[in-house]
């Protein structure tokens, strides 16, 4: 199944997203235009990117009350709507530069209606693309939503990396334990890994170690689906998170794009993150594809 339709969300508010990180998914989804070679049917299907910007509503006692409330409403309700207008503005303006179809459309939400309307939208899209600045408790807070509720995978980026993105991918790994989610991870992924020229498969022996018959099992799978993979045990030490692990294994390999199940545990309609998932959310090394 080709990837027909990225969802590219943009909030105004607190902070708007920046021109580099909407160029960055531009650049990403360009790996997925129909090159003059290819053939059939799907290999035809053009990607488009939707951007949904959001206008944010400033809700009285979402931040503090007092005296001077409502001058402080007014002046941040005037901020995100400007942000939002900049967003638009500068989705189109980088649109214009590439090849990729698009849309845009301009939205005014309460955080809370925000979050449900997006959860809906994710769910008639093929993937959700979203970038995320380390230490920021609302966009950690939206792509849980989003991984947990729209059933749909989710690309998570970081908004000002360590090192460049990828703009083609190169080098795809799979964090493989044999569970649900990691299963539904792959499946989700196969259009990332059909593009790939190296996808390499890797397990934590000291955290859900694979017999060798069943990381052979997962090779012949994905060799079902015309993908070449090579997999390998690697050792994550007491020394290393199970976040500084992965971030490790993706340098050390130049890997362009992970691929993961996410975990949670729901407990009064609330999810408790997994290590692994919490520390992607908080910190993705690269392009980062989560699905639940």
């Keep these: 199944m080709a990837i027909r339709d990225f969802l590219l969300p943009l909030a105004s508010y607190p902070k708007p997203a920046s021109k580099a990180a909407i160029e960055s998914v531009f650049r990403f989804v360009e790996n997925f235009l129909p090159s003059d070679g290819q053939t059939g049917h799907q290999s035809r299907i053009a990607p488009r990117i939707s951007a949904l910007v959001y206008e944010i509503e400033i809700e009285t006692g979402l931040y503090f009350e007092g005296a001077h409330m409502g001058e402080f409403l007014e002046r941040e309700a005037g901020k995100s709507a400007v942000n939002a207008q900049q967003l638009v503005h500068s989705f189109e303006e980088i649109a214009a530069r590439h090849t990729v179809m698009h849309r ?49 995978p989710v690309l998570i980026f970081p908004e000002e990396p360590v090192r460049p993105l990828a703009t083609a991918i190169q080098t795809v ?5 044999g569970s649900r989610q990691a299963a539904r991870a ?21 955290d859900k170690p694979l017999s060798s018959a069943q990381a052979q099992q997962f090779v012949e799978y994905l060799a079902g689906f015309g993908i ?6 690697v050792k994550k030490t007491d020394q290393h998170s199970i976040g500084s692990f992965m971030e490790a294994y993706v340098a050390s390999r130049e890997v362009d794009l992970l691929v993961m199940g996410a975990y949670g545990h729901s407990r009064l309609r609330e999810f408790i993150l997994g290590g692994a998932t919490r520390s992607m959310l908080a910190s993705p090394p690269c392009w980062v594809l989560l699905s639940h």
């Design 104 to 152: 845009c459309r301009l939205e005014r939400r309460t955080p809370y209606g925000m979050t449900r309307n997006l959860v809906e939208s994710a769910r008639l899209h093929h993937v959700t693309v979203q970038p995320l600045r380390k230490d920021t408790e609302d966009q950690f807070d939206l792509a849980e939503q989003l991984i947990f509720e729209s059933g749909r």
């Design 173 to 177: 790994a799979v964090a493989w334990d």
């Design 186 to 206: 792959v499946a989700d992924a196969l259009p990332f890994l059909r593009r790939a020229r190296t996808v390499r498969a890797f397990t934590a022996t000291d």
């Design 228 to 233: 070449e993979a090579i997999h390998e045990d």
